[in-house]
């Protein structure tokens, strides 16, 4: 059995590390507390037996051995936040997977595979775009140098990050190099299903499809003071009527659209018509082909509304990343569903991405949920009870051990 | 009579600190290059015979004798501009006032009053919030301390800039201290009326009214994928329906809005709902009541739409600034009137707000404008043609003359 009370100090010790005077979380992938705190829990799991590898990612695979040989069962997930984000988002996931690991280390307990832990890398996409890109390049979904190029708003890489903080693995990023035979991933809902129908736990059955882009409108700055209105070229007001459409399409089509990133290419000043504006539109959908019938119809309306706006064009519109949706693994389901037996729960597909939607194209997946208070994530004031924690933690336990003897 | 080759050659010649590839301008008040081209341009009054002071907000006055003591008769404009700025709007008015005085000294021609070029601190409200703001510590319209405590986006104030580039001047900023006689302000027109009626000239009667505002709106940032559409508290939704609604009025009551700066905050995130938005609304028009009105019916329009906004509050609205209508001096324009007569020209109320409105309210002011291309200012693309600049030029030196025969 886990050690509930452990398994939540540890979580809020690993919070030193980044923690906002909000009481929540600003621990942007490879940074330099992201890079502390990958230190310190690469250090906890040697303590526990690990051998400890890091891809050239920096994907960190501790792996505490088995009665067999073989690749290991795995509990991933990661530990870099929002910018805004909270404490349990992720790092619930590679704490729990720390806490399991010395639960089968104090009881002396030798699971048939070899454990893992794993922290994979920048899987917020906040710092580096997109999300998921430590185990994306793992699962061989985007390429090494894609993964390694990645810059943020500085410029600075992530492969200079990796080499800054002595993160830049020699072992390959490959599902080839470094096999799993499962993946489990216990996660926050971060919405608000579970927490509404007052249930602790959910098995996670798939994980919805979502897409990235970022669109530039270009239209004429001018003097605020002398442009007559039906004379303005201005950018703003075509991003605002799609932004409206956007919302409208999203919940016609049953899906989501957000747009969480706005601003301009060139300066902004007060009595200035704004020249362009660059943004980033996220719409997500349960079903691949209402996700294909809600960009295109996002589409249509982006270029009618550029279309009618005087002196306004879509100038681009690239595609930063996308993402179908996922069934996880029937055993790995199972497994899960098995641990989850004693408590309320319900199945759900999951709305966020997470590391598992790459996991699973290449070996057994599944995931957990505990309920997250009011739905809300990506915030401070994001939070799970010590009592939902400790649910999680034993089903992640025991579904790992049910899957172990299979 | 002006060297109009002069003035068009020296007016691009000064453009040279600042100046940046597109074929614009970007010389931010009180960065580097303005107060190169600060120093420059002192340099150049003092070589036809003129005694510099500056002030205590860094105003410039290079004052040439006349036959009698007293207050001069001031030619000012402004040399700082928009971030994406062009080469002409203020750059046009202190060049100009350089030519004259040029002029007069190679003619040996002695006026009976003093004669001044002035150059404004900080005219674009572009670096330090808001504009005009030199010459309204010079009018008493803002305090010093006010002035001098201004700062821009990295926190640096008006104080320590005019400190650093020696510009804080000991004078007091003052129109007890430095009485003027009379203000004339050549300017390039900044709309579209003049390029339209084809004339190359205006005589301007005043300056219409407007008023910056600073809104916040507080929504709650979440996670993008998990948070269904109808629970989200998004302030961008708020925030457009705000800009489209405050398009609408300005349209319905005759008068303009411009939201020219818009971002957060929180940091931004793709996968995030925005935390908060925060924006500038600029708005104007020619009537001081139906300004009131607008105001008002803005004010109406987004209280509503943040209420009915699930979770989204008017969190604040700061008024940054407000310049009433104002009306020229008689006399002043009576003699730009007479000094256009040769030109096909008409009479405007200026769109934009500049120095003058401020000197207006302690000496006879008056403007002329020469028409600029399409009407597009605060852009790289502003270009006024060199004959129009001569009889800019021309008409600032004949207006001045008239007004000191007076
Ligand atoms: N779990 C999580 O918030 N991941 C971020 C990836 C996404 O869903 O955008
Ligand atoms: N002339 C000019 O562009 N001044 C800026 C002040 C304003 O906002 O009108």
């Not at 307990?109 to 580096?128: D, M």
């Not at 659209?257 to 000043?269: D, E, N």
């Not at 290449?362 to 939902?388: L, N, Q, V, W």
């Amino acid at each position: 059995a886990i050690n509930a009370q452990r398994l939540n100090d540890t979580l809020q010790l690993s919070c030193q590390w980044g923690s906002t005077p909000d009481g929540g979380m600003n621990r942007l992938a490879l940074n330099d507390d992201d890079a502390r705190v990958r230190r310190w829990y690469i250090e906890e799991c040697q303590k526990v037996g690990c051998q400890v590898t890091v891809d050239a990612m920096g994907n960190i695979f501790a792996v505490r051995p088995g009665k067999n040989q073989g690749p290991p069962i795995a509990m991933g997930s990661h530990l870099d936040t929002q910018p805004t984000g909270g404490r349990y988002d992720g790092i619930l996931g590679c704490l729990a997977a720390l806490e399991v690991l010395r639960a089968c280390h104090e009881a002396g307990y030798l699971t048939n595979h070899p454990l893992a832990a794993i922290v994979w890398t920048n899987e917020e996409g906040a710092r580096f775009i997109p999300s998921m890109l430590g185990s994306a390049v793992w699962a061989g979904v985007k390429s090494l140098e894609f993964g390694q190029s990645r810059v943020d708003e500085g410029g600075v890489s992530v492969r200079e990050e990796l080499e800054r903080h002595s993160f830049l693995g020699v072992r390959a990023s490959s599902h080839q190099e470094i096999p799993l035979k499962a993946h489990f991933e216990l996660h926050i809902e971060q919405g608000p299903i579970l927490d509404t129908a007052a249930h602790p736990v959910a098995v996670v059955t798939g994980v919805q499809a979502f897409r990235w882009f970022e669109i530039k409108l270009q239209g004429r700055g001018s003097h605020a003071g002398t442009t007559p209105m039906h004379l303005r070229h201005n950018p703003l007001t075509a991003f605002c009527e799609m932004a409206l459409s956007a919302d409208q399409l999203a919940i016609q089509f049953g899906g989501l659209a957000t747009i969480g990133r706005v601003g301009s290419l060139a300066a902004q000043s007060t009595n200035c018509i704004l020249d362009d504006i660059v943004f980033h539109l996220d719409i997500r959908h349960h079903d691949d082909d209402k996700m294909d019938q809600l960009e295109a119809a996002v589409r249509v309306s982006f270029a009618q509304i550029a279309e009618k706006t005087l002196g306004v064009r879509l100038a681009s519109w690239e595609a930063l990343t996308a993402s179908k949706g996922v069934q996880f693994d029937p055993l790995a389901v199972d497994c899960v569903r098995n641990a989850c037996k004693a408590y309320p729960k319900q199945e759900i597909i999951s709305g966020a991405g997470h590391d598992s939607v790459n996991t699973s194209k290449h070996c057994p997946t599944a995931m957990i949920f505990i309920r997250c208070k009011d739905g809300i994530s990506h915030h401070p004031s994001e939070y799970s009870t010590r009592e939902d924690i400790a649910v999680g933690g034993s089903v992640l336990l025991d579904a790992v051990c049910r899957y172990d003897s299979t």
